[in-house]
């Protein structure tokens, strides 16, 4: 239960940062190391909410 409202907070916040940011120019470069640890995050909060359970895992 608390990794959902973990994921919906994350969302919510996302979307205000981008809200708060319309508009704005963005530069910014790609990182793999990042990208890999969010993906590995969200992964564990989606397995942590039960989003995997109808799976066995």
């Known amino acids: 239960m608390i990794c959902t409202?973990?994921?919906?907070?994350?969302?919510?916040?996302?979307?205000?940062?981008t809200a708060a940011k319309h508009g704005q120019p963005k530069n910014d470069t790609y990182n793999f190391w990042y990208n890999l640890i969010a993906t590995i995050i969200?992964?564990?909060?989606?397995?942590?909410a039960g989003l995997f359970d109808?799976?066995?895992?």
Do not use: C, E
């Open 42 to 48: 969200g992964l564990l909060l989606y397995w942590g």
């Open 54 to 57: 109808k799976f066995g895992l």
């Open 5 to 17: 409202f973990i994921i919906l907070f994350l969302i919510v916040f996302s979307l205000g940062i």
